[in-house]
Each structure stands twice: as C-alpha cells, then as structure tokens.
C-alpha cells in the first residue's frame, strides 16, 4: 500500500471514553457481586482503596482548579459584550430550573410517602457531626485564609495513652469567595494586573492538565467505586429506604430526561445533540459524584460540542459547578425532608413546602461541587425545625444516590450556558448541531473575512 493510500485510509475509530466508563461500571458491578456473595474481604478492600485514590487525585486539585477557572473566567467577562446581563441571565436559569427541580422533588414526595413505607426504625437515630444552618452558611462565606483551608484535629485513646492527630481540608464555598474576589479586584486592576492573571492562566492550565490525566483512570475508578458500593451495600441496606432510593433516582430522571429536553425545545436547541455532546461529562459525573471533578470535561463540552462561547463558558460553567445543583440541592432536600417528616411522624403544611423551595434557590451554593449533600440537608432540616437525627438515617445509602444527582447537576451545568447564549444570539450553532468544530467555525469566519 503506497503512503497516499496509507494517508487516506480512515483512521481508527476510537473506544468513546464515556462507553470505557460504562465498562468500568459494569465490571464493577460484577465484582462487587462477587466479593458480597463469596464473602471477599480482600477483594473489597482493593476496591475500596483504588476508589479512596481516585476521589482523592480529584481532591488535591480542586483547590488550584477551583481558584484559578474562578479569576479567569471573571477577568475574561471583558471580551464579552453585555457582561452583566449573561451573568444576571445565567443566574436566573441556574433559580429557574432549581425551583421546577424542587417542585418535582415535593410531588413525587407527597405521592410516594417514602418515609410512611420505610421499614426503618428511628431508635438509633443520630446527628451528623457536619451540620449546616443559615448563620453556619453565612460565616462559611468569610474565608479564613487565602485558600479556605481548614485544620481538624481527632484525639484517640489507646493503651492508656492520648494521640493527636491534625488534618487539612479546604472550604470550597470559601474558595468561590476568593476566587471571585480575585477576578473582580483584577478585573477593575486592569491593564496592571496582567502579570497575575497570566500567572493564573497559566497555573489553571497546568491543573487542568493534571485532571485530564486523573479523568483518564476513570474506568478503572468506577470500578473501583461502584464495586465497593454494592459489596458494602447491597439491596440488603438499601430494601428499608427502598421507595426513598427509586424517588431519588426518579426524580433526577425526570429532570435530567424531562424537564432538561422541554427547557431546550422551548428554546430551539435539538435535545438529541445536546446530550450527545454533554453525555461524556455526564456519565463521569455519575461515577465521580464530584460537579468540580468533571469541571473540564463539562467546560470542554460546552465549548467544543454545544458551541458556547468559550469567554462566556469560563465563566458560566466554572460558577455552576459550584452553585448549580439540581440533584443535590433541590431534589434531593425535597425528597429527604419529607422522608424525615414522615418517619419521625411529623406533619408538613404549605409553609414548610415554600421553606424547602426557598432554600433550594437560595442555598444551593452550599453543597459546593463536592461530593455529598450533607450540609444542604441539613439546612433544610434545620430551616424547617426537623430532627437533624433524621440524616443518619439516610447517609448509609447516600453514595449510592449521590450519582444519580451528581450527574443531574453536570448536565444543567452544561444546559444553562448553551441556553443563555442561545437567547442572546452568540451560541455558535453549527458546533452545537455538529456541523463543524470550533476550529473549524473559526476558519470559516476568517475565509468569509478576508473574502469581503
């Protein structure tokens, strides 16, 4: 064969990276089976280790990546007209969606009773040691260092002696403060702020680099994560909460497959390209359980497959993944509030139904893009004056659920930009309905330039 030949063959059609995580989860599954039923210590301590590993890589970068996508996409906001009136736009969608999101939350509750059909009993019941209120969220805004870290410290007794260990974590909300502070001070800086915002640019590319590189094990750790899941839980766990898991998971579905499809067809865009081109940062999502783990896999699909523009997406999509959360902050809350309600034998009216709606538009930026939503439960429960002992009950089988709403969270992470750029005319179309790359779009504008 003569090199033009070879030159012209079709180039091997790669393994999708999103069919490569189904994989992982399938075989996940499997194994997870198989160390429940065969009683495999090791095997579920191997898997349990390789997912602590891989939710831990995503960790260690969330504070350089939230942090700098955060200066960035804020100082970019100058190359886009009308500034102001797409962040105020993306911010009306993100409560938009949030409070229909909610809406469906409260109606499958009020149909299903899942907290009246729990085999459940509340004599164990507990509090959580992380807990959230309203003035918790509203000191949790100030950030108490420049990178919102925070020190823990656990003594344990043994042979007679005490230990003292510290540890490390990271204020994500407080991050989001920073990184905004950040943008705007070098945003008003002008011209003098250069250097930084270089600095940044480069530091967000390097950690962008460094997720890319972690995302690419994510078949392996969604084995790992799915497999520790089912072999720890089983249906054994999940049979007693067993309406309150299908709720969840119906509820994500209905916004995800429902509510999404009609926000799109409402607004001219194909439902069909839209999740062809968000699908791979979806299904990470589902596996990771982490919004900002998949940051550059939604941003990437923002930009080079639905066609928004990348100084808007920047922006937009960094925000949402710390503040768009329809999975974790609305269904969620609804969903679990009431199955608190309902188990403790306490009686909700119109008000607490409002209470639980507000707090799912206004509160959403507490759960912060990490997994879990313990914190914005718990200020629904507390807002609402219900046993806080009630999230104890349900945090056994949180994991399980956490990828069902972390996935609905990435997908309107992704919808809202491709949205708001479409109703203001700069959604590059041909990208979105797959006409083209963005390279491409680019070179035909030029052409089209230089031809006038």
């Known amino acids: 064969m003569s090199s033009s030949a070879t030159a012209a063959a079709p180039a091997r059609r790669q393994f999708p990276f999103w069919a490569q995580v189904l994989v992982g989860l399938a075989a996940g599954v499997l194994l997870g089976f198989l160390a429940r039923a065969f009683t495999l210590g090791w095997l579920t301590e191997t898997m349990a280790t390789v997912g602590t590993i891989f939710v831990q890589l995503l960790r260690v970068l969330v504070v350089p990546l939230v942090l700098t996508a955060l200066i960035v996409s804020i100082t970019q906001l100058r190359k886009v007209a009308n500034a102001a009136r797409l962040a105020v736009q993306t911010l009306l969608w993100?409560?938009?969606?949030?409070?229909?999101?909610?809406?469906?939350?409260?109606?499958?509750?009020?149909?299903?009773?899942?907290?009246?059909?729990?085999?459940i009993g509340t004599e164990g019941a507990a509090a959580v040691a992380t807990q959230g209120s309203w003035l918790d969220f509203l000191k949790s805004l100030v950030p108490g260092n420049i990178l919102g870290l925070e020190v823990?410290?656990?003594?344990?007794?043994?042979?007679?002696s005490i230990a003292v260990s510290s540890s490390l974590s990271f204020n994500v909300l407080q991050l989001v403060v920073i990184g905004i502070a950040l943008g705007a001070a070098a945003l008003a800086a002008g011209e003098k702020a250069g250097p930084f915002v270089s600095f940044a640019e480069s530091v967000l590319a390097v950690a962008q680099k460094l997720v890319w590189w972690v995302i690419r094990l994510a078949p392996i750790g969604s084995a790992a994560l799915i497999g520790k899941a089912v072999a720890t839980y089983g249906w054994n766990l999940l049979a007693p909460l067993g309406v309150f898991t299908i709720d969840v998971y119906l509820g994500c579905a209905l916004v995800l497959f429902g509510l999404y499809p009609v926000l799109l067809k409402l607004n001219g865009l194909s439902v069909r390209r839209f999740f062809a081109g968000a699908w791979e940062a979806i299904v990470f999502a589902f596996v990771s359980r982490s919004s900002i783990g998949t940051l550059p896999l939604t941003q990437s699909a923002a930009i080079d497959k639905l066609g928004v523009p990348r100084e808007y997406a920047s922006f937009a999509v960094p925000l949402g993944a710390t503040t768009k959360m329809d999975g974790c902050a609305a269904i969620y809350p609804a969903l679990a509030a009431i199955t608190v309600a309902q188990l403790f034998g306490i009686q909700l009216n119109l008000t607490h139904y409002l209470l639980i709606a507000f707090v799912a538009v206004v509160g959403s930026a507490a759960t912060a893009g990490l997994t879990g939503a313990v914190v914005m439960l718990t200020l629904t429960l507390s807002t609402l004056g219900l046993p806080l002992e009630g999230v104890g009950l349900l945090m056994a089988i949180d994991p399980i659920l956490d990828m069902a709403r972390t996935a609905t969270n990435v997908a309107g992470q992704a919808l809202v930009p491709a949205i708001v750029a479409k109703r203001n005319g700069i959604l590059d179309e041909d990208v979105y309905n797959g006409r083209g790359s963005v390279a491409e779009t680019g070179d035909r504008q030029e052409l089209a330039g230089a031809s006038a």
Not at 97 to 110: N, R
Not at 152 to 160: I, V
Request: charged share 5%; net charge neutral; proline share 3%.
């Open 94 to 119: 993100f409560a938009i969606t949030a409070a229909v999101s909610v809406v469906i939350g409260i109606a499958i509750g009020l149909l299903t009773n899942p907290g009246a059909n729990a085999s």
């Open 152 to 160: 823990s410290s656990k003594a344990t007794e043994a042979a007679g």
